[in-house]
T-cell receptor, first 116, second 114 residues
Framework: DQQVKQNSPSLSVQEGRISILNCDYT??????FLWYKKYPAEGPTFLIS?????DKNEDGRFTVFLNKSAKHLSLHIVPSQPGDSAVYFC???????????????FGRGTQLTVWP | GAVVSQHPSWVICKSGTSVKIECRSL??????MFWYRQFPKQSLMLMAT?????????EQGVEKDKFLINHASLTLSTLTVTSAHPEDSSFYIC??????????FGEGSWLTVV
C-alpha cells in the first residue's frame, strides 16, 4: 500500500529552466514531508522539508509547496542545473503517536535529468 | 555533526553464505534504527525497525529468520542476511532519528549475491 506516490518516474528539463517534481499522499496523519536526492548506490541526501502547518518552504533554488487539502506537494528547482540530475524521493513522517518516531514513508522516486 | 556510518559499502558473497551489515550512529545515541531495502528503480522499502535492547519489528513479508537484526547497543545495529540468494541482491540502507524531524541515513550497502 503506497501511501506516498510519485507518479512520474522521470522528468527531463533543460538547464536554467524550472523542474517541478510532484508527490501525492493518502495518509492524513502525515505531518512532515521531506525531499531527498539520491544517486545510485549512495544514501539519500536531504534537500528540504516542510511541516504540515505550512504551505511553502524555500531554501535557495529549492522550494517545496504543500497543498494539504489536496494531499499534494511539489518540489520546485529553479534554475535547474545539470548537477541536479538524480533521483528525487518524496518522503513523509506521521504524527500518529502510535507509530514509531522516525519511520519514513517513501515514494518511488522521480529521475530528474537536466540537460545543457 | 551527527552521522550514521554504514559498512560495508559494497559486498559480494556466494549464494548460501551470510553477510553482516553494520550501522553505527556517531555522536548520538539511537534507540531506534530503520533498515530499508531498495531494488533497482524502486522505492526505499522499510524492512524492519531495530530497537535497542529488544526484538526488531519486521514489516509484512520480510522474513525475520533470514534478515537477522541485532541492536545490542545505543550506537550499533546490525543486519545479517543469512543464507543469501541472488534475489537478495539489493541496496540496503539504515537510518536513525536524530531528534525532532531529523533523520540521518547511512551511506548504504550494495549487496551482490553470486
Amino acid at each position: 500500500d503506497q501511501q506516498v506516490k510519485q507518479n512520474s518516474p522521470s522528468l527531463s528539463v533543460q538547464e536554467g529552466r524550472i523542474s517541478i517534481l510532484n508527490c501525492d499522499y493518502t495518509n492524513s496523519m502525515f505531518d512532515y514531508f521531506l525531499w531527498y536526492k539520491k544517486y545510485p548506490a549512495e544514501g539519500p541526501t536531504f534537500l528540504i522539508s516542510i511541516s504540515s502547518i505550512k504551505d511553502k518552504n524555500e531554501d535557495g533554488r529549492f522550494t517545496v509547496f504543500l497543498n494539504k487539502s489536496a494531499k499534494h506537494l511539489s518540489l520546485h528547482i529553479v534554475p535547474s542545473q545539470p548537477g541536479d540530475s538524480a533521483v528525487y524521493f518524496c518522503a513523509a513522517l506521521t504524527g500518529d503517536r502510535g507509530s514509531t518516531l522516525g519511520r519514513l514513508y517513501f515514494g518511488r522516486g522521480t529521475q530528474l535529468t537536466v540537460w545543457p | 555533526g551527527a552521522v550514521v556510518s554504514q559498512h560495508p559499502s559494497w559486498v559480494i558473497c556466494k549464494s548460501g553464505t551470510s553477510v553482516k551489515i553494520e550501522c553505527r550512529s556517531l555522536d548520538f545515541q539511537a534507540t531506534t534504527m530503520f533498515w530499508y531495502r531498495q531494488f533497482p528503480k524502486q522505492s526505499l522499502m522499510l524492512m524492519a525497525t531495530s530497537n535497542e535492547g529488544s526484538k526488531a519489528t519486521y514489516e509484512q513479508g520480510v522474513e525475520k529468520d533470514k534478515f537477522l537484526i541485532n541492536h545490542a547497543s545505543l550506537t550499533l545495529s546490525t543486519l545479517t542476511v543469512t543464507s543469501a540468494h541472488p534475489e537478495d541482491s539489493s541496496f540496503y540502507i539504515c537510518s536513525a532519528p536524530g531528534g525532532g524531524n531529523t533523520i540521518y541515513f547511512g551511506e548504504g550497502s550494495w549487496l551482490t549475491v553470486v
